[in-house]
């Protein structure tokens, strides 16, 4: 062991949540990480299962023909329901009565699970996918009408459990780790304030169990925040990748899982890439000092603005408006700016991006801004050579083509080369009326990749599918740097004054279903995923209205709709638990003002007053628009909305 391992836990503090299940003594944990010059201070969550057990109830119901499904979200699930009811039934008798019944897998990995012990599920939904295209799956081939439905509840699945009821389903929560409250609470309360006085560097959690309880106290004893947004603030270790399933999926964002599921190797593994893992915390910590308020601040002045509301899908008295490329060509204020410098050198200006920004905003009476940058400054410090040519647009000079050209691309580090950027936001946050809310935004990693690769802008992209599916090792480093700089750039975004983010897939309609969720949707999970929860992030993609299930499988709170597909059905796809932003399409706006009354109109039907949507276009506002009519869609989305 080199001298480095020895030290690696320097200085370094850390907590490691346990129980009484757990299979290590708190000697072993001590002396694991005292040998490598840390501290750790073990807290034992107590117990999670409750007198009763309720797996073994349904396992009693399912042998009794009582249960018509079982819906298995995780691979956890499927080995902890097995072993449960093991307890107090017959093993195989209970697996032949899964192998009797229909199974459905809601996830690859729950698939396999279900496999390995002998029952191939009669549906699987890959773990790409959501609980939308289990209801979907079901609808298709196997209706739940006047069903007994048992459903895992391991993972959040609220949504779920009404849509099935929703079918006409009864639907039997099956708790994987029954929960009690402790006889006595005094020192859970007290490790949650130490985790928010910040004595800690790191959260250690070892097991499913214990990640499950971790949530469960933290709603009881901690204050709501500490389940996610504050734990930003350390750096979040599972061992394996079972408790990393339940965290993320009660919203918070694990910095590191290990390869290994046995404690005491896991923590050798930690130590041995612990310094990259403080040096990227460090990069994308949740810092919501300066110019912003924390996002959850409800006495900001925007917290109500109509946007906001929409953007949590709260009721609002309007619908709230705002439009891509509401600051551009269009306007005769901007191309008067435009005519003293070049577009690059007016993005680098912080003063005149606000100014043009605010213009906008003042003369079309929307609800929100959105900052004025563009796409691809982020690749320039990345190694990009941009330039911006008349009548060419964008082109890179040294593209991306192949492996060893990935090589010289520099992942960003910090946003010190972007600062004009970030300086931008907080001008723009200073300049515009305190009540409105800023949108900041990133190209997502497909689009910069397709930049990156072709050199340009494409019609059939065929350097970035060639690399995409002729050297998959290769396309993942560059899409690894790609949303880890994203991850860094929107965070500073955030903390310089921005209030929701918004990224932009612009090429992603060129990509079919399963190539999107296998080339580009984990990228766009983990970036969001890196983000503070209490952000709105909106995920927005053009093209392929058949990509919309895939966009609702982040934590994204809005989904942004092209004009391809109606809004209704397309909300109807995502699902209602999100808000939606769009849809019409920009052509509109070439019309006249009563044509676009009535087609807003349309749009606003389909939405039918439902909470959670902010009208936009389905794309940018084209340059040849008459900015009349841009009023006179505005006025029309308020008045038409007016409640």
């Known amino acids: 062991m080199t001298n480095d391992n020895l030290n690696a836990f320097a200085d370094f503090k850390i907590a490691c949540a346990t129980n009484e299940h757990f299979n290590h003594s708190i000697e072993e944990v001590q002396t694991a990480i005292e040998s490598k010059n840390g501290s750790v201070a073990i807290y034992d969550f107590g117990l999670t299962a409750s007198p009763c057990n309720p797996i073994a109830e349904v396992a009693n119901r399912m042998l009794t023909a009582e249960v018509d499904a079982f819906i298995f979200v995780t ?20 697996i032949d009565c899964l192998s009797d019944m229909t199974t459905i897998a809601g996830s690859t990995a729950a698939g396999e699970a279900l496999v390995s012990i002998g029952v191939k599920p009669t549906l699987t939904v890959d773990s790409a996918q959501s609980w939308r295209d ?20 391991s993972a959040a699945v609220f949504g779920l459990i009404g849509g099935l009821e929703a079918r006409g389903a009864r639907v039997i929560r099956v708790a994987m780790f029954p929960q009690s409250l402790p006889e ?18 790191a959260i250690l959690i070892p097991t499913a169990e214990i990640a499950t309880r971790y949530c469960f106290l933290a709603r009881h004893f901690g204050r709501a925040r500490l389940t996610s947004h504050l734990l930003d603030n350390h750096i979040v270790l599972s061992v394996g990748d079972d408790p990393a399933e339940i965290l993320r999926d009660n919203g918070i964002a694990v910095d590191f899982v290990t390869s290994n599921d046995q404690l005491l190797p896991a923590i050798d593994e930690i130590a041995d890439q612990i310094q990259q893992i403080k040096k990227q915390k460090t990069i994308i910590r949740t810092n919501m000092s300066g110019p912003n ?58 003063q005149l991006c606000s100014e043009v920004m605010c213009t906008a905003v003042n003369k079309l009476g929307v609800d929100a801004a959105i900052i004025f940058s563009d796409l691809l400054p982020i690749l320039v410090p990345m190694g990009c050579d941009l330039e911006f040519v008349k009548g060419d647009g964008p082109v890179i000079h040294n593209p991306v083509r192949t492996a060893k050209d990935i090589d010289r691309i520099k992942p960003l580090d910090n946003n010190d080369e972007l600062q004009f950027v970030m300086d931008t936001v907080t001008q723009t946050r200073n300049d515009l009326p305190a009540d409105m ?31 995409m599916y002729s ?29 929701c983010v918004q990224l932009f897939d612009s090429w992603a309609g060129c990509l079919n279903f399963e ?34 299930p895939l966009l609702a499988d982040t934590r994204a709170s809005v989904i942004g709709i092209d004009w391809r597909t109606r809004l209704d059905d397309a909300w109807q796809t995502v699902g209602y ?44 506002i084209l340059p040849q628009t008459p900015v009349d009519n841009a009023i006179a869609l505005v006025d029309a989305v308020h008045e038409l909305s007016q409640k």
Not at 75 to 82: A, H, K, N, R
Not at 314 to 335: C, F, H, K, L, N
Not at 471 to 486: F, P, R, T, V
Request: contains cysteine; charged residues 20%; proline residues 7%.
């Open 75 to 94: 691979s956890v699930g499927v080995c902890e329901v097995i072993n449960q009811a093991s307890r107090t039934v017959d093993r195989q008798r209970f």
């Open 134 to 153: 289990i209801l979907m799956k079901l609808d298709r081939q196997s209706p739940v009408v006047n069903q007994t439905v048992a459903l895992e509840e």
């Open 184 to 201: 006595r609470p005094q020192p859970i309360i007290d490790f949650f304030e130490q985790i928010e006085a910040g004595d800690f560097h």
């Open 293 to 350: 308020t924390s996002p959850a601040d409800q006495n900001a002045p925007w917290y109500d603005s109509p946007f906001m509301k929409a953007c949590r899908g709260e009721p609002t008295e309007v619908t709230p408006i705002w439009m891509m490329r509401q600051a551009g060509r269009y306007m005769s204020e901007y191309r008067e700016v435009r005519a003293k410098v070049s577009f690059l050198d007016l993005c680098a200006n912080p």
């Open 437 to 467: 809310p800023l949108i900041g935004f990133a190209g997502s990693p497909f689009t910069l990749a397709s930049y990156m690769i072709e050199g340009g802008s494409s019609r059939n992209y065929a350097f970035s599918k060639a690399l």
């Open 471 to 499: 050297d998959h090792g290769a396309w993942d480093q560059l899409m690894q740097h790609l949303s880890n700089s994203i991850s860094i750039y929107l965070q500073g975004q955030i903390e310089a004054g921005a209030q």
């Open 515 to 548: 190539d999107y969720r296998t080339y580009a949707l984990p990228y766009v999970k983990k970036i969001i995923a890196s983000l503070p929860a209490d952000v709105p992030v909106i995920n927005f993609a053009t093209g392929n209205p058949a990509l919309l």
């Open 577 to 620: 638990d999100r808000a939606v932003q769009g849809n019409l399409d920009p052509t509109i706006l070439l019309t006249n003002p009563k044509e676009i009354r009535e087609r807003a109109k349309g749009v606003l039907d389909q939405a039918a007053g439902r909470p959670g949507h902010i009208f936009n276009l389905g794309h940018g």
